[in-house]
Structure formats: structure tokens, C-alpha cells
């Protein structure tokens, strides 16, 4: 026994034999710990509620997945409000860092030998515990948590700046109530690993982003911006815009990389672009697109020309500047080039080179609103591009037939019968643009017949076409794009296909007309027509059906059999039969 120890008085002496008693024991025990748990995690670590103890580095890391896979398969529901919301793990892309928190367990009591046998000792008598921690899609989880606040809560007002015309006022700032993100966030991570998985969410005081100050310049500038009008100039024109039009400009938006947050004042080009632009267009020009001018089956290309017009981002920062400074309120245009949408290179590459079908179609003349239709028609049609397999469709490209765009009443077949229509004569460009495919051989996809046979069409080539029903489709099966060209006169119109011809040859066979309906025959009194005469007041039509086969060839192959069948209703015949009063016949003069 040392000296200093039996000098000691008896109780010292055995109080101090005992803490070294201990100390001996938790040392041979973290030691025993150390060498029973090489390679392992030593016994007492958990990562949050599981306890991983005993296993390798990987097998922490595998039993920290299952976990968190077996707890996230419930669902969470978020309460607020009295109302309810399921968030599951797949909704927030929930997630865990299983190797990184098996290397965190691994690493307790292990480093230098004092920090080891500290950590193994607090394992050993009183647990260790690595938090377990969850991470998600921020922005999944604030979009669900947004939604609530949509739903319950009253938003914070922002400080702010209204203008109207030429008065300017402050928005001030006001507090609302709703959840909180960072609160929500981590109550409901916590729920996925715990048996409540119920959150309950109060609503809390929400502060606006921007106060006061922070909109105080921006209130200022606008002031500013409409205390006098503004000149515009470009060379030795002029244009002066009034107060009253420059609040219209007026936009406001946050100032980038401050704290707090602050808005400012700006001209939006958008604005300036609405209504500069038309007002100053004498000093530019439009951009004109390539085109293609067809005459006697010869088609050739129109070049593109630039445009110029007022660079409107440009004056926007320009006025900015000059709406807010102390200087003259004077702003000079700036031009730039505008592309055509469509360049010369671009229609070369387009393949339109020759016509491949033309058919022309009559009409009478003396019906001017149905020939101001078919104008009208002709016109939207002409200029129409179909790219190398698309599918051209007549109602998307003519749109709706309305008085706006000039269409007037004229007779069209509805419901079996010859009525007045916004737009009628429309069927007769249907029926010319539907043969001038036939005649190409470009694929049909959509066709219908007239309900009602009209004989001076060709025999079961009509096409009729009605703004949200039946429609006419035609696909460009070529590797070039394909033109749609118009032509008409008073009494008949053309329509072309120009594109490379793929080298198809059209031949067709008519069938005989059959299932043959005699019209119904509808007498109506006429007390006005002596009695047993008989007058036609509308001519009926008989019902019947008839086929027509396209054969496509190509290099004497034939591509393409297509069947057209056309099914025409009988339309009734009205005919008033007199009910007045016969008229006697005189009687022959007998001369003596």
C-alpha cells in the first residue's frame, strides 16, 4: 500500500480504495466492450427509438431503412382549422440518411482513447441516442402546407403601391394568422416516427414581408413617375405621353438581394409595348414572311424582308431612369431588327416546287351572301402550310364562322332541310378542297357526305363540314410541306395542293346508285288554287347511297385502296292542292 494512502485516515483510505475499485471495473469493462464490439456498434446505441447495438455498419444501415420504410407507411394527417389533410411519405418524397446515421452510432466511443472509453462507458450504463433524422422535398412540403394556408388562414398584407391612371397611394401592411412552415415542417417529420401521427396546427400570427419602409421609394418614384408627361422621340419625330398613360406602365416587384425585403418601381415593357409600339409604328416597319405566289401551276417564293420596330425592353429601362430623375422627361426610341417568323432559307427548305392537284367547283352567281362566303372561305384557306406529316383539319384552320369575320346568311343543309345559316356555302369549298385531295392522293382521315344529295356535285364526292361536328381531314404524308392555294371568281373557285409530288397516280371507280328512296310526299290546303289543282311548292329529292373507290399508286404499286360511301336522305316534297272554288269552263260558241 502506498505511503500516501496508509497515512489516511481509515474512511478516506476506504472511500478512495472503492471509487478505484470502480474505476478499475469500468475500465476492464470498457475494454472488454472495445474487444467484444470490434467492427460492431457497441451495445446501448440507438438511432432514435431503434436500437442498434451489436451490428455492423452495414446492418445499422439496413435496419435504419426498414424502419423508416415500415414507419413511413402510414400516412400523416395534418389538422387545422377543424379541417383535415393526408400527407403520405410519397407525396414529400420522404427520405433518410441510413449510412449516415449507422456511421454517427458506429463512431460512439471510438476516436482517441479518453473520448472512446467515455462513449463506451455512457453506452454501457446509460444509452446512447443519435437523433434520427428525416429530410423530404422542401417544396413539396411547403406546397402542402401553403394549401392549408389557402384554405384557413387570413394572408398577411405586404406594404405596397397602388396607381391608378394618375393617382398613387400606399398599401400599408397588415398582420395575418395561418401555420407556419418551419413549425409544420418539423412536427411533421416527427410524425412519420412516432405512433401519433396526427399533427394538430394552430394558427399563428404571420407577419407581411415588406413593411412600410420598405415601400416608401417605391411609393415616392411613382409619384414621380406621374407628376408630368413624357416626351418620346426617334430623328426629328415626336410623341408626348400624358400622366395618365404612363400609370398604366407602372409595375412593381422586389428588390433582389436585400434585407428586409423592399419593392421598387418600374416601367413594364409589356405595357410600353402595348401602347408605344402601335404609336409609333410610322418610324418601322413589320416583318414580312416568306411566301409563295402560285400562278398557272407554277409556284415561286416570295423573299422575307426584316422588320424594324421600337425596342420596348430597352425604352422601358430608359423611362425608368428618366420618370425618376431630376432631369429633362425626355426619352429617345431605340429601334431593332424584328425576323420574319418565316425566312427565304426556310421556304426554299420546305420543298414546295410544283402543284400536285387542282379542282375547280360552280356555283351560282346571282346568291351574293353565299358567294361573299365562299370569299370569305377561300381567303382563310389560302396560304395554309401542312408539314411533312401533319394533318390538316378544316374547322381548326377556318375557325368558327361568325358575322365578325364577315360570313352573312345563306341557305345550308341542316337537319335534312334547306335553311338560311351564318356561313352557308361553306360546304361548297368543303366538297372542292375534299376533291382537290382526292385527285393528290394524300391521305383522307376525315370525310362526310351532305345529308341531302346535291346533283351538281360530282357523283358521291361531296364533303360537308359544320363548326363543332362533322370536319374534313386530310394527312401530308410527304417528306416536304404542302401549300394550300385559293382562286376564284364570281361563280367558281379552285383550290390547289402544291408541294414535291411523291409520284402517286390516282385512279377511281363510281358505283351505281342504289337503295333508291322515293321522297315523301307532304299535300298542304291551299284554299287560294282552284280546287284539284296541284302546285309544287318544293321539289323533293329521293334518298339513296352510293361508293366510290380510290385506288393510289406509286411506282405502279398500289399504296392505298380507300372506300368514300355516301348515304343521302330522301328530302319531302311539298305540293299545295287547291281547295277554292273550280273554275267553270266556258262553253263553245255554236255559230248559226
Known amino acids: 500500500m502506498p505511503g500516501w494512502l496508509a497515512s489516511m485516515p481509515a474512511p478516506a483510505r476506504a472511500a478512495v480504495l472503492v471509487v478505484a475499485g470502480v474505476l478499475t471495473i469500468a475500465v476492464i469493462a470498457g475494454g472488454l466492450d472495445a474487444i467484444a464490439s470490434a467492427g460492431r456498434v457497441h451495445p446501448g446505441v440507438s438511432v432514435g427509438a431503434l436500437a442498434v447495438g451489436g451490428k455492423t455498419s452495414a446492418e445499422a444501415r439496413e435496419a435504419i431503412s426498414s424502419y423508416v420504410i415500415a414507419q413511413a407507411a402510414t400516412p400523416v394527417v395534418i389538422q387545422a382549422a377543424g379541417s383535415s389533410w393526408e400527407v403520405t411519405a410519397e407525396s414529400v418524397a420522404l427520405s433518410v440518411d441510413a449510412t449516415g446515421l449507422a456511421e454517427a452510432a458506429y463512431s460512439v466511443g471510438r476516436g482517441d482513447a479518453g473520448a472512446a472509453l467515455a462513449g463506451r462507458l455512457r453506452a454501457i450504463f446509460g444509452g446512447v441516442i443519435v437523433p434520427m433524422r428525416l429530410s423530404c422535398d422542401e417544396g413539396a412540403l411547403r406546397g402542402i402546407i401553403d394549401s392549408i394556408n389557402e384554405a384557413v388562414a387570413t394572408p398577411a398584407v405586404d406594404a405596397g403601391v397602388k396607381v391608378d391612371g394618375e393617382s398613387v397611394t400606399r398599401i400599408e401592411p397588415k398582420d395575418g394568422v395561418g401555420v407556419t412552415s418551419e413549425d409544420a415542417r418539423s412536427r411533421v417529420l416527427d410524425a412519420f416516427l412516432s405512433t401519433d401521427r396526427t399533427v394538430l396546427l394552430g394558427l399563428g400570427p404571420i407577419s407581411p414581408e415588406v413593411d412600410s419602409a420598405g415601400a416608401e421609394q417605391a411609393y415616392r418614384d411613382a409619384l414621380m413617375m406621374v407628376s408630368a408627361p413624357v416626351t418620346l422621340y426617334y430623328a426629328e419625330k415626336s410623341w408626348d405621353v400624358d400622366p395618365e398613360t404612363i400609370g398604366g406602365w407602372i409595375g412593381f416587384r422586389r428588390v433582389e438581394g436585400i434585407d428586409p425585403p423592399a419593392i421598387e418601381a418600374y416601367i413594364v415593357s409589356e405595357d410600353v409595348s402595348s401602347t408605344v409600339l402601335p404609336m409609333v409604328a410610322e418610324v418601322g416597319k413589320p416583318a414580312r414572311d416568306a411566301g409563295f405566289q402560285v400562278s398557272n401551276g407554277v409556284v415561286a417564293i416570295v423573299p422575307a424582308e426584316d422588320g424594324l420596330q421600337a425596342d420596348a425592353e430597352d425604352l422601358a429601362l430608359r423611362l425608368t431612369g428618366v420618370l425618376t430623375g ?125 345529308s341531302l344529295y346535291i346533283s351538281h356535285y360530282p357523283t358521291g364526292r361531296d364533303a360537308t363540314v359544320t363548326w363543332g361536328g362533322a370536319d374534313f381531314k386530310f394527312k401530308n404524308d410527304t417528306p416536304n410541306w404542302v401549300l394550300v392555294a385559293t382562286g376564284y371568281s364570281s361563280s367558281t373557285i379552285t383550290i390547289s395542293l402544291y408541294g414535291t409530288k411523291p409520284g402517286y397516280e390516282v385512279t377511281y371507280e363510281t358505283g351505281p346508285w342504289t337503295d333508291i328512296v322515293a321522297p315523301p310526299i307532304r299535300e298542304v290546303p291551299d284554299p287560294t288554287l282552284p280546287a284539284g289543282s296541284r302546285v309544287v311548292e318544293e321539289k323533293g329529292v329521293s334518298g339513296r347511297k352510293c361508293v366510290v373507290v380510290r385506288h393510289v399508286l406509286q411506282n405502279g404499286v398500289e399504296i392505298r385502296t380507300d372506300t368514300f360511301k355516301s348515304a343521302y336522305k330522301a328530302a319531302e316534297e311539298v305540293v299545295r292542292v287547291g281547295t277554292g272554288t273550280a273554275v267553270p269552263s266556258t262553253p263553245a260558241t255554236v255559230s248559226p
Open 326 to 450: 431630376s432631369g429633362e422627361r425626355r426619352a429617345e426610341l431605340t429601334m431593332h431588327r424584328v425576323a420574319p417568323e418565316i425566312t427565304t432559307e426556310e421556304a426554299q427548305a420546305m420543298g414546295i416546287v410544283e402543284r400536285l392537284s387542282t379542282f375547280t367547283t360552280d356555283y351560282a352567281a346571282s346568291n351574293k351572301p353565299r358567294v361573299n362566303n365562299i370569299h370569305i372561305l377561300a381567303d382563310a384557306l389560302d396560304g395554309t402550310l401542312i408539314p411533312p406529316g401533319g394533318t390538316f383539319s378544316f374547322n381548326e384552320t377556318i375557325g368558327p364562322r361568325t358575322a365578325e369575320k364577315g360570313y352573312q346568311e345563306a341557305n345550308a343543309i341542316v337537319n335534312g332541310k334547306l335553311v338560311p345559316q351564318l356561313g352557308g356555302g361553306i360546304c361548297q369549298v368543303g366538297t372542292t378542297i375534299f376533291n382537290t385531295v382526292f385527285f393528290s392522293g394524300l391521305p383522307v382521315v376525315e370525310r362526310h357526305n351532305h
